[in-house]
């Protein structure tokens, strides 16, 4: 373990060694901005500043950039960025970020939530299934790797997701339109308009839609999706910036399906088991749906959101005070047939948060927030029948709230060195009241936590930046529900313990970015997510959060980088390497409870070895207008998707080996700017991609796979 370490770190100091030399011999030449790279502006540290100023691990992609690569949804968005996994579920997409993400993000009562936080301009979002919705008039996104425990608090241990949409501008009317057409029926519209009402008083408006059949033969894993935004600024001064914004999305169709695993021997891998009928155990003949006495197989998605908050900021002279108040009504209905089950499930939320900070000026020398943070979620009246086992859950009470008080400051040592401090003091608060089958159970439990960050930046050169920090960060405790006895059990937080050295750098006067990242995690009391079978004569099984004993290790390297080889040429490349180990700790994850698994020395799930994306852009310039496109290629090496890996009676099912997805896309742009068309395709090659694995019975394995290959047409206007 100890030459592991050191092996990273050498290699990644021998990288800092040979960029410091580089940066030396083009230090006297500055970029300029028609020759160096556009650098993204990115608001990470609740400031405003360039990501190749940023020392945190952090990517970003502008909205501008995924319309033109034919991207509707946060999945595809972010899939490119190192060291992110995607797992899709019929209880929404899941995100993992250096291999650590949760199998079961929060539901029934569980108030443990994902180690990945997902932001919508700012503000929480508690349920997986939301962060789609969001995805409209987007302005960019922003992936925070590793903990972020001061300014971001609890159950941010892998990371944060951030988007955020488009503001409105003052003294300017604008409007844009794109549409969208392509194969399985897809018709995407998206409308954005801004209207500015008077000097100090803008609207922007922006409304999507998105359609699609199904990928799978039987219909699922479709599109049917409308929302809209409304966003109103308020300047009456130079000093007072008020923005009120209210939001609404409806997701309908029949929602995500389940294949039987493996795929190979079929003439498509998206070929789905139809559900005119479905009996349980499968092959019994003992029917829960779709034959005489029993109700029809029909499966339904019903989703419904609601969102208003506001951003008040006021400059005090000496410093900026912020304001975001924020509530949300959330409800989804589904009938689902997934994993060989059926069940009618319907889950409410009413979500609050208030956040209070200030902030430094822009300015000054010594940068520095701090806040209040208040979060209520409200989950009562969650109901769930689940036709296969014949249960009922029904959720009468289910309470989460946090609060936290919370401060960082970053302070010049010299004109070149900078130190970084912070603290986040956390309360953690559920508690939950559960009917299953007749059995009432209830649980309810406090978490109190400090996390800390403490770091260092230097300026190699003006155009080099090394950073390095240590953290830690907590994942609350929560509740989980046997799904033989109905017995609400607990588990506790999950601890980690960060060390972090990275590498910024500028190179030929802007034209070639390159940073580089290494890392190391030990966490404690790690919450793992299985599935076992409690009685091998039963076709029930338990899924189960239970935290690990012992040190559980996640470590890695990453370098990403664009090289602007010409004016009209662009290469883009990630590389990423990485290392987990579970605990030397045993887990029931046999046929019967006793059955134990030793988990020490394996890896974690979907934490893939190595991985890397390779893109290449070009632009032809003509009299009329400007032709880019654009490829695309991500290699994966193989990894385990679920832990059942370990035990099942074929674990290759439950294992994803190494592949490569590209895509494609070319676009057309008026000279003036105000027209553009393109061509997109994504995953050319056609290659089916295991995101969840499920067991159907004792043997059966069915699972999620990710889309299929997809073409179309954009056509966009831009109006002022």
Same mark, same amino acid.
């Given at each position: 373990?100890?030459?592991?370490?050191?092996?990273?770190?050498?290699?990644?100091?021998?990288?800092?060694?040979?960029?410091?030399?580089?940066?030396?011999?083009?230090?006297?030449?500055?970029?300029?901005?028609?020759?160096?790279?556009?650098?993204?502006?990115?608001?990470?540290?609740? &400031?405003?500043?360039?990501?190749?100023?940023?020392?945190?691990?952090?990517?970003?992609?502008?909205?501008?950039?995924?319309?033109?690569?034919?991207?509707?949804?946060?999945?595809?968005?972010?899939?490119?960025?190192?060291?992110?996994?995607?797992?899709?579920?019929?209880?929404?997409?899941?995100?993992?970020? &250096?291999?650590?993400?949760?199998?079961?993000?929060?539901?029934?009562?569980?108030? =443990?939530?994902?180690?990945? =936080?997902?932001?919508?301009?700012?503000?929480?979002?508690? &349920?997986?299934?939301?962060?789609?919705?969001?995805?409209?008039?987007?302005?960019?996104?922003?992936?925070?790797?590793?903990?972020?425990?001061?300014?971001?608090?609890?159950?941010?241990?892998?990371?944060?997701?951030?988007?955020?949409?488009?503001?409105?501008?003052?003294?300017?009317?604008?409007?844009?339109?794109?549409?969208?057409?392509?194969?399985?029926?897809?018709?995407?519209?998206?409308?954005? !308009?801004?209207?500015?009402?008077?000097?100090?008083? @803008?609207?922007?408006?922006?409304?999507? =839609?998105?359609?699609?059949?199904?990928?799978?033969?039987?219909?699922?894993?479709?599109?049917?999706?409308?929302?809209? #935004?409304?966003?109103?600024?308020?300047?009456?001064?130079?000093?007072? #910036?008020?923005?009120?914004?209210?939001?609404?999305?409806?997701?309908?169709?029949?929602?995500?399906?389940?294949?039987?695993?493996?795929?190979?021997?079929?003439?498509?891998?998206?070929?789905?088991? %139809?559900?005119?009928?479905?009996?349980?155990?499968?092959?019994?003949?003992?029917?829960?749906?779709?034959?005489?006495?029993?109700?029809?197989?029909?499966?339904?998605?019903?989703?419904?959101?609601?969102?208003?908050?506001?951003?008040?900021?006021?400059?005090?002279?000496?410093?900026?005070?912020?304001?975001?108040?924020?509530?949300?009504?959330?409800?989804?209905?589904?009938?689902?047939?997934?994993?060989?089950?059926?069940?009618?499930?319907?889950?409410?939320?009413?979500?609050?948060?208030?956040?209070?900070?200030?902030?430094?000026?822009?300015?000054?020398?010594?940068?520095?927030?701090?806040?209040?943070?208040?979060?209520?979620?409200?989950?009562?009246?969650?109901?769930?029948?689940?036709?296969?086992?014949?249960?009922?859950?029904?959720?009468?009470?289910?309470?989460?709230?946090?609060?936290?008080?919370?401060?960082?400051?970053?302070?010049?040592?010299?004109?070149?060195?900078?130190?970084?401090?912070?603290?986040?003091?956390?309360?953690?608060?559920?508690?939950?009241?559960?009917?299953?089958?007749?059995?009432?159970?209830?649980?309810?439990?406090?978490?109190?936590?400090?996390?800390?960050?403490? *770091?260092?930046?230097?300026?190699?050169?003006?155009?080099?930046?090394?950073?390095?920090?240590?953290?830690?960060?907590?994942?609350?405790?929560?509740?989980?529900?046997?799904?033989?006895?109905?017995?609400?059990?607990?588990?506790?937080?999950?601890?980690?313990?960060?060390?972090?050295?990275?590498?910024? /750098?500028?190179?030929?006067? *802007?034209?070639?970015?390159?940073?580089?990242?290494?890392?190391?995690?030990?966490?404690?009391?790690?919450?793992?997510?299985?599935?076992?079978?409690?009685?091998?004569? =039963?076709?029930?099984?338990?899924?189960?959060?239970?935290?690990?004993? !012992?040190?559980?290790?996640? %470590?890695?390297?990453?370098?990403?980088?664009?090289?602007?080889?010409?004016?009209?040429? #662009?290469?883009?490349?990630?590389?990423?390497?990485?290392?987990?180990?579970?605990?030397?700790?045993?887990?029931?994850?046999?046929?019967?409870?006793?059955?134990?698994?030793?988990?020490?020395?394996?890896?974690?799930?979907?934490?893939?070895?190595?991985?890397?994306?390779?893109?290449? *852009?070009?632009?032809?310039?003509?009299?009329?207008?400007?032709?880019? *496109?654009?490829?695309?290629?991500?290699?994966?090496?193989?990894?385990?998707?679920?832990?059942?890996?370990?035990?099942?009676? /074929?674990?290759?099912?439950?294992?994803?080996?190494?592949?490569?997805?590209?895509?494609?896309?070319?676009?057309?742009? @008026?000279? /003036?700017?105000?027209?553009?068309? %393109?061509?997109?395709?994504?995953?050319?090659?056609? #290659?089916?991609?295991?995101?969840?694995? /499920?067991?159907?019975?004792?043997?059966?394995?069915?699972?999620?796979?990710?889309?299929?290959?997809?073409?179309?047409?954009?056509?966009?206007?831009?109006?002022?």
């Amino acid at each position: 373990m100890k030459k592991l370490e050191k092996g990273i770190l050498a290699a990644f100091l021998t990288l800092t060694a040979a960029s410091q030399s580089h940066a030396d011999m083009a230090a006297d030449a500055p970029a300029t901005a028609d020759q160096g790279l556009q650098e993204i502006v990115v608001t990470a540290q609740r &400031r405003s500043e360039s990501i190749e100023k940023t020392p945190l691990a952090i990517s970003a992609v502008t909205g501008e950039a995924l319309a033109n690569e034919g991207v509707m949804n946060l999945q595809d968005a972010i899939s490119l960025m190192p060291s992110v996994q995607i797992q899709a579920s019929n209880l929404g997409t899941g995100f993992y970020i &250096r291999g650590i993400g949760s199998r079961i993000p929060g539901v029934f009562g569980d108030g =443990s939530g994902s180690p990945v =936080s997902t932001y919508s301009d700012g503000i929480f979002q508690s &349920r997986s299934e939301i962060t789609n919705l969001m995805f409209l008039d987007v302005d960019r996104i922003e992936v925070l790797r590793g903990p972020q425990g001061t300014l971001y608090g609890r159950n941010n241990n892998a990371g944060a997701v951030n988007i955020l949409s488009n503001d409105p501008v003052l003294g300017t009317d604008s409007a844009t339109v794109t549409l969208q057409y392509g194969n399985y029926s897809e018709q995407h519209a998206e409308a954005a !308009g801004n209207i500015a009402v008077s000097d100090t008083v @803008a609207i922007r408006a922006a409304f999507g =839609s998105e359609r699609h059949t199904g990928y799978l033969t039987n219909g699922l894993d479709d599109a049917d999706t409308q929302s809209g #935004r409304v966003k109103v600024l308020i300047q009456p001064s130079e000093a007072l #910036r008020i923005l009120l914004v209210g939001d609404y999305t409806h997701n309908g169709g029949l929602g995500v399906g389940n294949v039987d695993i493996p795929t190979s021997g079929r003439s498509s891998p998206w070929v789905a088991p %139809g559900y005119a009928a479905l009996d349980f155990p499968p092959g019994s003949g003992n029917y829960v749906c779709g034959a005489s006495g029993t109700g029809p197989c029909t499966p339904m998605q019903d989703t419904k959101n609601y969102d208003f908050h506001a951003q008040v900021d006021w400059n005090l002279g000496w410093g900026i005070a912020s304001f975001l108040p924020a509530y949300q009504n959330y409800h989804s209905q589904y009938q689902q047939v997934f994993s060989a089950l059926y069940e009618d499930n319907s889950t409410p939320l009413r979500q609050n948060s208030e956040e209070l900070r200030l902030s430094s000026e822009a300015d000054s020398a010594v940068k520095w927030v701090g806040g209040l943070f208040y979060l209520r979620d409200d989950g009562s009246g969650l109901y769930d029948h689940n036709f296969s086992f014949d249960t009922t859950i029904q959720n009468s009470v289910d309470i989460n709230e946090t609060m936290a008080i919370f401060g960082q400051a970053t302070v010049p040592v010299t004109d070149r060195f900078r130190l970084t401090g912070g603290l986040r003091y956390t309360r953690d608060y559920f508690k939950t009241v559960q009917v299953t089958t007749g059995v009432s159970e209830d649980a309810a439990s406090d978490f109190y936590k400090l996390t800390y960050k403490g *770091g260092a930046e230097f300026d190699l050169t003006s155009d080099s930046l090394l950073y390095g920090e240590v953290s830690n960060g907590f994942r609350q405790g929560g509740v989980g529900q046997s799904a033989n006895t109905g017995t609400i059990y607990s588990f506790g937080p999950e601890t980690i313990l960060a060390y972090e050295l990275g590498s910024k /750098n500028k190179f030929m006067d *802007g034209k070639l970015l390159f940073n580089a990242d290494v890392y190391w995690y030990q966490y404690k009391g790690y919450q793992l997510d299985v599935n076992f079978y409690p009685d091998p004569a =039963s076709e029930v099984y338990e899924t189960k959060t239970s935290n690990l004993p !012992g040190i559980t290790k996640v %470590g890695g390297a990453e370098l990403e980088g664009a090289w602007l080889a010409t004016p009209a040429d #662009r290469i883009d490349f990630t590389t990423t390497y990485e290392y987990t180990r579970f605990a030397d700790a045993s887990v029931a994850l046999g046929s019967v409870a006793t059955d134990l698994t030793d988990l020490g020395g394996r890896e974690l799930p979907r934490a893939p070895k190595w991985a890397g994306t390779l893109g290449y *852009g070009h632009t032809w310039d003509f009299t009329k207008g400007s032709v880019t *496109g654009h490829v695309d290629g991500q290699y994966s090496s193989n990894y385990v998707v679920d832990l059942l890996y370990f035990t099942y009676s /074929n674990p290759a099912l439950f294992r994803q080996s190494g592949y490569e997805l590209y895509n494609a896309n070319v676009t057309w742009t @008026a000279q /003036n700017g105000h027209w553009s068309a %393109g061509l997109y395709g994504r995953n050319l090659s056609n #290659r089916a991609v295991l995101q969840q694995a /499920n067991p159907a019975g004792p043997v059966a394995v069915v699972g999620v796979i990710g889309d299929p290959r997809t073409y179309g047409i954009r056509l966009t206007g831009n109006f002022k």
